[in-house]
């Protein structure tokens, strides 16, 4: 049976600048949280344009450019959680992390 390890020291933000990998995975992290308002009203602009248009009305137009907008912002998603868990995996081998956890 494996012994549980101990969690990586987390580093705060101060501390981030003389840390060894840069840009930290922590910075991923504030960029996604920084977005999370913007993907909640896009998400809930296309399902309000799915209900209430259809494929003859002006408006879905409007559905549309949404649509789009919530495709970019799940791309940028996926990239920022990619870059951040290459990100952290290295910081951790080093016995460290930078991405925040909830306790």
Known sequence: MDAKKSAPRYAPKS?????PIQPPAGSWQQRTTRLFPAFAATLVLVFLFAFTT?????AFVLF????????????FYIVAGVRG????????KLGYSTWARKR
């Open 15 to 19: 501390e981030w600048s003389t840390l």
């Open 54 to 58: 259809h494929t003859g009305s002006p």
């Open 85 to 92: 868990t290459l990100l952290e995996r290295r910081e951790r």
């Open 64 to 75: 549309q450019i949404s649509m789009a907008g919530l495709m970019l912002e799940c791309a």
